[in-house]
């Protein structure tokens, strides 16, 4: 049997919510199991949660009645640290997305992506990639570039992690970066594993960041 991802959706429109549920139950991997209309409900759910009844990615919308979803991602961190939050929103405005991905977001989607672009981040995110809209990584990379640089200790990259920790800086997922190498999957997330440990990071958007801080990424 597929096993399914269980996914989480905090989203306070209704129609958007129907959306995203009746596109769930076409992919044989995703299970949505939970979804909610306020950041509130959604963290009384998790506080406390097993691995078991935890969801495994969490697509959160930041601008929520109450909690905004920025407020409440540090929160998700604590309650279910192994879970990846994608964030799914119309903002991007870069004080939302810099917080999103200061806070520990693993992915950042405007509403505007294809249903093919959700569920392929989703996949990647779950798999230790990311997905980033490509309009929201060259912005948050041209932001990168005009910051001063901190060269402090970071263990060396090779060719090829660079060629990696570049084509995510340019919205591309795990699997596109693995057609594009021609390199498999496995691989793929192999050398992002590395990429983390060595940026002693969690995610992908926080490894090009400090990638371009660091200057290990060409300006």
Known sequence: MLKQIKLMLVEDSPEYRTTITMAVKKEEDIELISQYSTAEEALRKVEGASSITAPEIVLLDLNLPGMSGNEALPWFKKYIPKTKVIVLTQSNQEADVLAAISAGASGYLLKGATRKEIFDGIRSVNNGGA????????????????????????KALSSRELEILTLLGDGLVQKEISARLNITNNTVGTHLRRIYEKLEVQNAPAAINKAYKRGLLPG
Do not use: W
């Open 131 to 154: 997905m980033i809209d490509p309009a929201v990584a060259q912005y948050i990379l041209k932001q990168l570039k005009s910051s001063p640089k901190d060269l402090g200790n970071t």
